[in-house]
């Protein structure tokens, strides 16, 4: 049809109902401008549109585009309704787990989330392997779940080395160079439905309701393995190594937050001593802050009040 790749890996794309945007050649970035610069002319004229906003299907705008220069293809993940699972592989350097067992990349994390949850592994879906040697599952995103994206480092997710890209997301589509090496549709299929499971692990966590027991009231019912559950946790995080501080901080939130769902630890202690443990470990005092709110919400989202061994 074109001798151009690229065109025709965003037309393909398009055909699909995924809008696509033009990324810098051989990057991740958009190629189009930002609010800060932005000319208000052309598609700006009445306020700036940023890329979620021009990512289009429309073949005649894509044809423009693509026969200008040799861009990227970014697929703005929410106006196409899709959910994409990232699951990365671990950059070069990074501490991995101790012993035999545990998990080494978003895959591992994953299939051992599927364990867990008794739920088969999702494949059978559009897939693309990255140049880095991770994958990008494609989902129909279901109507109107409003699902927003979620970074493993963050604790906002499915786990490490997964993030996921749906509203205000995008995603280096296939046939897309990133410093000399193709992003590759691996199993070039319709994508399939996100499963129910999977939606309920991403969508947004309801905002915890503060404890409204004083803790004197529980003082008596306090058991000694919730205190050195606390103590132990900030441990870890004040000598977590760098490189692996901000997952070791997420970790202890989510264990201490089955602490808190049933009340034998009060937030706000929990909060206090992972700040000071995070302060230790040299991280900055906002991103703490933020990873412990996340991970303690999820945590308390996932353990109903008296479910704790
Ligand atoms: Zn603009």
Known sequence: MTGNPLLAAALTAAERGWRVFPLLPGSKKPALHSSARCPRT?????????????ATCDPAVIWRTWSHGPYGIGLATGPSHLVVVDL??????????????????????????????????????????????????YFAAPAGSGLRNTAGER???????????????????????????????????GPVPLPAWLHT???????????????????????????????NESANVANAAEGNRNWTLTRAARALGRFVAD??????????????????????????????????????????????A
């Open 42 to 54: 052309a598609a700006c004229t009445t306020g700036h549109q940023g890329w979620e906003q021009r």
């Open 88 to 137: 990365d592989t671990p950059k070069p350097g990074t501490p991995l787990p101790v012993g035999p067992a545990g998990p080494r990349d978003g895959a591992g994390v994953l299939a051992a989330l599927c364990e867990r949850y008794g739920r088969a592994y999702p494949s059978g879906t559009y897939t693309v392997r990255t140049p880095s040697g991770g994958t990008h599952l």
């Open 155 to 189: 604790g906002t997710g499915l786990g490490r080395w997964i993030d996921t890209r749906a509203g205000g997301g995008y995603v280096v589509a296939a046939g897309s160079t990133v410093a000399g090496h193709r992003y590759e549709a691996v199993l070039d299929t």
């Open 201 to 231: 692990l991403l969508a947004p966590p309801p905002r915890p309701a503060t404890p409204v027991v004083p803790l004197s009231s529980r003082a008596g019912r306090r058991p000694g393995y919730a205190d050195a559950a606390l103590r």
């Open 263 to 308: 009340g034998r630890l009060s937030r706000g202690e929990v909060e206090d001593a992972l700040k000071g443990a995070a302060e230790q470990a040299g991280l900055p005092a906002r991103d703490a802050a933020a990873t412990i709110t996340s991970a303690l919400d999820w945590s308390i989202a996932h353990n109903p009040a008296g479910d704790a």
